[in-house]
Each structure stands twice: as C-alpha cells, then as structure tokens.
C-alpha cells in the first residue's frame, strides 16, 4: 500500500495539474526525530522521505530526502507551514529555519508556521552525490581569463571536471538531480507533512526554485516569497555572465565603506583610489601570487565578500594583507567538509536544467565583451563552465514562468546585488505578471530578508507571511543606516553563519 501511494504522490507531482489529482494526508505522516549531530539543535526536529529518483518512473528508484522541522511556537495560532531553500543550487538547508528563527524573525512570524528546511536531492544528509573531484576543481566560477589561450585552458579543465563527474558513483544518479526534480520533491514533502498548500521563502537561486514549484504547482502554493530574484531562465549563461554585472553594480558600496576608513586599513583615501587597488592587487597576484592565491582567486574572494556589508571588514583586512604581501585567510570561504555533495549538486543542476553552448569560441566571444563591460570579474564569469562537456543532455524542456495562477508572489530585491543583479529580478517579475509583485530596496548586497539591513524590506516579506498583507502595487523601499551594530550575540552569529552560506555562491 506504502508504495502505491507513493507511485500516486510521483505521479502527480510529475503531471503537476492545477488541481491536486489525490487527496493529501489527513494528518502528517512524517515520523520526526532527531537531527544530524552536525545540525542538531533544541527544538529542531529532523526526518527522511523516501522519493523517486526519476519521476517519470516513480515505482523504480527511491532515493531519501532530510527534512528539518522548528514547530510553531504557539500552535493555537498555526496557519500552515513555510518551506525554505537557502540558493546555491547545492546548498544545505536543514539549519537554515533555526538560522533564521534566531537572526530576528518576529514572534508572529514563529507562531504563525511550523519552518521547514530540507536538504535537497543530492546534498548532503539526503542521498548525496560527488564528482570525486579535486580541492583544485571545486571553485565555482572558471578562472579570470586574460586571453583567447586561457579560455581554450580552462576549457581543458571544464572538460576533466565533467568527466570526473561522468565517472563518479554517482553518475547514475547526476542527470536527475534537477530544479524541476527538487520542486516534484518539495510536493511530496507538502504531501507528507499533510498539507493542501505550502507556503515558502526562497533565497538566491532559491528564488528559482520557488518560481519552478508556483509554476508547475500553482494551486498548491499560499504566500510565496523569492529573496534575491535569478533570472527566468535559472543558472544558466545568463546568469553565470550576470555576477560580474553585479560585482561593479555593488563594489563601489565598498569602495565608499574603504575610503572613510582609510586611516585604519590603508586601502585608499577616495573610492577611486581604492578602485585602483583593487586593479593592482589583482595584476601583482597574477604576476606572484600569495599564500595560494592568485589574481583570479583574488577577484573572485572579493566578490564573495561584498555580498554583505557584515563581511566588509573581513576584505579590507584581506586586502591590507596582500598590499603588504601577507597571507591573507579570510578571503576565501572556508571548508565546510560538504564541497562533495555541494558542488556535485551544483554541476547537475546547473548544466541540466539547461544546455549550454559548447563551442569554445562562443566562450571567447563573451570573455572579451564581458573584460570590457564589467573589468573587475567579467574575464571569470563569462569564461567556460563544465557544462560545456557535461555528458547528459537536459532530460526535459526548462520550466517556462507565466502569468497564469494565482497572484500570491512577492519578490523582493536589492538594488545593488552582486549575485542576482536587479536585470534578472525584473525579467522574472515581468514573466509572473500580475501573479507578482516586487519590493525594490536602495541597498547594496544579497539577500532582503535580515531583518538589520533595511525594515521597510524586512517588514514588506514579514507583513505578507504573517498577515497576507501584499502590496497592491509594485514599491520601492529608500536606503536606511545599517543597524548591525545593534545585534545582539545570537543575532550575529546568526548573520555571521547566513553571510558565509551565501558568499559560497
């Protein structure tokens, strides 16, 4: 009988109709208990789901899903459940509901849901999959490439990750760890949890996600959030291309933060000069690089740091490393002993919910362009990715987003984000038309959703989550002070641990 259902539940996530083809759990069937050591925590609550593999065959394979539960605080006032996914694509999620329960969601906010986070297929405590690659091969974004050879280079390293993946054993497993497969698995965690609708907060490339569940789920989605708004088309070329975009969109916010503070980190006395800096930090490390890093890795740390203001002293205290040819160990994110399963999931997601050109001179094309538009990281992001050579061609068509269903999105999004730059967010919200609305905020950095950075941001997600209260139009939020400082310890360590989770992509 447990398979039967469970053939049903695939069956439908799969068709996706507007109206559920089967009646969800009375109540939930989940048996929760406790996390992993490395996530557990009082409160939280962790369980597996078993899950097909391959939807269009839901008897066949199973692999199993972690999901995570931090109940509502007061179950007289419980209103459902909210659903989060964290980016990447290959992020773990299961801390991430208590993460943000303690960085300053309201009481309201806790009372009203029971926070769900889940490990995506692939990631980590879900069945996990690995490219068995090098520490080398697990830089996300290509190399700098400062000529038409250093493409044709990192060509030849794209290929060596693809086939590493290729030959992994997980390599039955890789064409089917996708957007569209993750979305027909957060259907089956509603199912489970015994749950007609879910509602959900999604960040980065999270955002995505969302958009592909509202899409192929419209009826069984209730207020729905996206936290830093990829682009419609997900993280494709496109996408890769847009973070240098929004590397020179957001680093004159730092520049600004250095020159005040030039007499303590020495980086430059006006934003000009600390511009320069960077240039010249970035063509000395190419020339001799340092403690392991080179100009590229020098680049590409710098972008990661400037996704929150947070982590702004932590870069200049970098930069004023090298400019006096010091180890500089901050600038890059640290192991986090997950890059296996991360970076595995990245690849399979990335190269296979779209197809991506495979002609080196297409690659060259856009490094040059892209040196020349964005100069700081556009040599990188535009350079070859491995899904130039992944060897399994996507297994369906991509998801497209419309504007037919319900109208229960709200998109929220700096101006200034050097991960999901504004142009993407304004493609997605002309896709969901009157399905959406969108909460523009004059702040640099990624993410909305913190409740230190801008309240009138915060309070505009928080207001609908709690209240349904959505703007009837779209609304444009003014730069505030940063209230960092005011944090408490809990706070900030819970922002210390959401910066670093999201500066890994």
């Given at each position: 009988?447990?398979?039967q259902l469970?053939?049903v539940?695939?069956?439908?996530?799969?068709?996706?109709?507007?109206v559920?083809?089967y009646a969800?759990?009375?109540k939930?069937?989940?048996?929760?208990?406790a996390?992993?050591?490395?996530?557990?925590?009082?409160?939280l609550?962790?369980?597996?789901l078993?899950?097909p593999?391959d939807?269009?065959?839901?008897?066949g394979?199973?692999?199993s899903?972690?999901i995570s539960r931090?109940p509502s605080?007061?179950?007289?006032?419980r209103?459902g459940v909210?659903?989060?996914?964290?980016?990447?694509p290959?992020?773990a999620g299961?801390?991430?509901?208590?993460t943000w329960?303690?960085?300053?969601?309201p009481a309201?906010?806790?009372?009203?849901?029971?926070l769900?986070?889940f490990?995506?297929?692939g990631?980590?405590h879900s069945?996990?999959?690995?490219?068995?690659?090098a520490?080398e091969?697990?830089?996300?974004?290509?190399?700098?490439?400062?000529?038409?050879?250093?493409?044709?280079q990192?060509?030849?390293?794209a290929?060596?990750?693809a086939?590493r993946?290729a030959?992994s054993?997980?390599a039955?497993?890789?064409p089917?760890v996708?957007?569209?497969?993750?979305?027909?698995?957060m259907?089956l965690?509603r199912?489970?949890?015994?749950?007609?609708?879910?509602s959900?907060?999604?960040l980065?490339y999270?955002?995505?996600?969302?958009?592909v569940?509202a899409?192929?789920?419209?009826?069984?989605t209730?207020?729905?959030?996206?936290?830093s708004?990829?682009?419609p088309?997900g993280v494709?070329?496109t996408?890769?291309?847009?973070?240098?975009?929004?590397?020179?969109?957001?680093?004159?916010?730092?520049?600004k933060?250095?020159?005040?503070?030039?007499?303590?980190?020495?980086?430059?006395?006006?934003?000009a000069?600390?511009?320069?800096?960077?240039?010249?930090?970035a063509?000395k490390?190419?020339q001799?690089?340092?403690?392991g890093?080179?100009?590229?890795?020098?680049?590409?740390g710098?972008?990661?740091?400037?996704y929150?203001t947070?982590?702004?002293?932590?870069?200049?205290q970098?930069?004023?490393a090298?400019l006096?040819d010091?180890?500089?160990?901050?600038?890059?994110?640290?192991?986090?002993g997950?890059?296996?399963?991360?970076?595995a999931t990245?690849?399979?997601?990335?190269?296979?919910?779209?197809?991506w050109?495979?002609q080196?001179?297409t690659?060259q094309?856009?490094?040059?362009?892209d040196?020349?538009?964005?100069?700081?990281?556009g040599?990188?992001t535009a350079?070859?990715w491995?899904c130039?050579?992944?060897?399994?061609?996507?297994q369906?068509?991509?998801?497209?987003?419309?504007?037919?269903?319900?109208?229960?999105?709200?998109?929220?999004?700096?101006?200034?984000?050097?991960a999901?730059?504004l142009?993407?967010?304004?493609?997605?919200?002309?896709?969901?038309?009157?399905r959406?609305r969108?909460?523009t905020?004059?702040?640099?950095?990624?993410?909305?959703g913190l409740?230190?950075?801008?309240?009138?941001g915060?309070?505009?997600l928080?207001?609908?989550?709690?209240?349904?209260t959505?703007?009837e139009?779209?609304k444009?939020?003014g730069a505030e002070?940063?209230a960092?400082?005011?944090?408490t310890?809990?706070?900030?360590?819970?922002?210390?641990?959401?910066?670093?989770?999201?500066?890994?992509?």
């Amino acid at each position: 009988m447990r398979k039967q259902l469970l053939a049903v539940l695939a069956a439908a996530a799969l068709t996706a109709t507007a109206v559920p083809a089967y009646a969800s759990p009375a109540k939930s069937a989940v048996n929760w208990g406790a996390c992993p050591a490395d996530v557990a925590s009082p409160g939280l609550q962790c369980a597996s789901l078993e899950v097909p593999l391959d939807y269009r065959h839901p008897g066949g394979k199973k692999i199993s899903l972690e999901i995570s539960r931090l109940p509502s605080s007061d179950p007289a006032k419980r209103r459902g459940v909210l659903l989060f996914n964290p980016g990447g694509p290959g992020e773990a999620g299961l801390a991430f509901p208590l993460t943000w329960a303690r960085i300053g969601a309201p009481a309201s906010l806790l009372a009203e849901y029971d926070l769900i986070g889940f490990d995506p297929r692939g990631v980590d405590h879900s069945t996990p999959v690995s490219c068995d690659l090098a520490p080398e091969q697990f830089a996300f974004t290509p190399k700098y490439a400062h000529n038409r050879e250093e493409v044709v280079q990192a060509a030849a390293a794209a290929k060596q990750v693809a086939q590493r993946c290729a030959a992994s054993a997980s390599a039955a497993i890789l064409p089917y760890v996708t957007t569209a497969n993750t979305a027909r698995d957060m259907d089956l965690i509603r199912a489970a949890l015994g749950e007609q609708k879910i509602s959900y907060f999604g960040l980065s490339y999270g955002t995505y996600l969302g958009g592909v569940y509202a899409s192929l789920f419209p009826d069984r989605t209730d207020r729905v959030v996206l936290d830093s708004v990829v682009g419609p088309t997900g993280v494709d070329i496109t996408t890769s291309r847009r973070f240098a975009e929004g590397m020179q969109d957001r680093f004159p916010d730092f520049a600004k933060w250095a020159a005040v503070r030039n007499s303590t980190y020495g980086l430059g006395g006006t934003p000009a000069e600390v511009t320069a800096n960077f240039f010249k930090l970035a063509d000395k490390l190419d020339q001799h690089p340092a403690s392991g890093i080179d100009g590229s890795l020098f680049r590409l740390g710098t972008h990661s740091l400037i996704y929150q203001t947070l982590t702004f002293p932590r870069l200049a205290q970098a930069w004023q490393a090298l400019l006096n040819d010091q180890p500089a160990p901050g600038l890059l994110p640290p192991a986090t002993g997950k890059e296996q399963s991360e970076r595995a999931t990245m690849l399979s997601v990335v190269c296979g919910d779209n197809a991506w050109p495979r002609q080196i001179s297409t690659y060259q094309r856009n490094v040059v362009a892209d040196r020349a538009a964005y100069p700081m990281v556009g040599g990188a992001t535009a350079n070859v990715w491995p899904c130039a050579a992944w060897p399994y061609p996507p297994q369906e068509p991509a998801v497209q987003f419309s504007d037919q269903g319900p109208s229960n999105l709200l998109l929220v999004q700096n101006l200034r984000d050097p991960a999901t730059p504004l142009s993407g967010a304004l493609e997605t919200r002309e896709a969901f038309g009157n399905r959406a609305r969108m909460v523009t905020v004059d702040q640099g950095g990624h993410g909305v959703g913190l409740p230190y950075l801008n309240g009138c941001g915060f309070n505009a997600l928080t207001d609908y989550l709690v209240h349904g209260t959505r703007p009837e139009a779209d609304k444009f939020c003014g730069a505030e002070a940063n209230a960092a400082r005011s944090l408490t310890p809990q706070q900030q360590q819970a922002a210390s641990e959401i910066a670093e989770q999201l500066r890994q992509y």
